[in-house]
Antibody
Framework: EVQLVESGGGLVQPGGSLRLSCAVS????????MNWVRQAPGKGLEWVSY????????FYADSVKGRFTIARDNAKNSLYLQMNSLRVEDTAVYYC???????????WGQGTMVTVSS | IQMTQSPSSLSASVGDRVTITCQAS??????LNWYQQKPGKAPKLLIY???KLEVGVPSRFSGSGSGTDFTFTISSLQPEDIATYYC??????????FGQGTKLEIK
C-alpha cells in the first residue's frame, strides 16, 4: 500500500526539541522530493520545509529557519524533521507530503500532533 | 508571494454551482494547485497547474485562470464535498504559499 506514516509528535516545553519521522511504503522513496507542512489548531496550511530526492537541496520557511532541520534516509525509506528551540507557535499537526514532478503534493500522511506548552 | 482566497466561508445547497477565487500578489503563470481538506483528515490534491484534474478526482471539480487570478468550481455540489479548500502557488519557490482556505458548508 502506498502510504506515509508520521510519528514522533507529543507535548514538549518551550525551548525543547522533538524529532518527527515519516515512514514511507509502497513507492520508490528515493525518486521523490518531500515536504513537511503544518496546520495549527483551527488554522490553515503552512509549508515548513522541502528536501530534494537525494537530499542535495533543502528549503525552509522563514518561521522555522535556523531551528528546524529536514533530512532523509533513502535506504530506510524515511523522512525526518528535527525541531529545536520549539515555540508555542510551533504547535500544530505536522504532515509529511510527497511532491510530484508538477510541483504538487499528491500524497500526504495522517499527521502527527506537536504541542508546545509549559 | 501572497495568496488571497475568497470567500473565507461559503454556504450552498446540494446541486449548486460553487466558485472560489484565489488571487496571487504577483504573476504566477499557471502554477497553482487546489486541495480539499475534510475535517480531521489530511489534504487531498484535486487540481494542479491551475486546470489539470488529478487522477481519480470527479469531473465536477474544475479550475481555471492564469497570471494572478484563479477560479475553482464545483459544478454541482454534493454532500461529500463539504470541506475546506486551499489554493497553493508553486511558481516562485520557496515557499510553497497556501491561501488561507475557504470553508464550504451545506445550506
Amino acid at each position: 500500500e502506498v502510504q506515509l506514516v508520521e510519528s514522533g509528535g507529543g507535548l514538549v516545553q518551550p525551548g525543547g526539541s522533538l524529532r518527527l519521522s515519516c515512514a514511507v511504503s509502497g513507492f520508490t522513496f528515493s525518486s521523490y522530493e518531500m515536504n513537511w507542512v503544518r496546520q495549527a489548531p483551527g488554522k490553515g496550511l503552512e509549508w515548513v520545509s522541502y528536501i530534494s530526492s537525494i537530499g542535495s537541496t533543502i528549503f525552509y520557511a522563514d518561521s522555522v529557519k535556523g531551528r528546524f532541520t529536514i533530512a532523509r534516509d533513502n535506504a530506510k525509506n524515511s523522512l525526518y524533521l528535527q525541531m529545536n528551540s520549539l515555540r508555542v507557535e510551533d504547535t500544530a499537526v505536522y504532515y509529511c507530503a510527497r511532491e510530484v514532478v508538477y510541483d504538487a503534493f499528491d500524497l500526504w500522511g495522517q499527521g502527527t500532533m506537536v504541542t508546545v506548552s509549559s | 508571494i501572497q495568496m488571497t482566497q475568497s470567500p473565507s466561508s461559503l454556504s450552498a445547497s446540494v446541486g449548486d454551482r460553487v466558485t472560489i477565487t484565489c488571487q496571487a500578489s504577483q504573476d504566477i503563470s499557471k502554477y497553482l494547485n487546489w486541495y480539499q481538506q475534510k475535517p480531521g483528515k489530511a489534504p487531498k490534491l484535486l487540481i494542479y497547474d491551475a486546470s489539470k484534474l488529478e487522477v481519480g478526482v470527479p469531473s465536477r471539480f474544475s479550475g481555471s485562470g492564469s497570471g494572478t487570478d484563479f477560479t475553482f468550481t464545483i459544478s454541482s455540489l454534493q454532500p461529500e464535498d463539504i470541506a475546506t479548500y486551499y489554493c497553493q502557488q508553486h511558481d516562485n519557490l520557496p515557499p510553497y504559499t497556501f491561501g488561507q482556505g475557504t470553508k464550504l458548508e451545506i445550506k
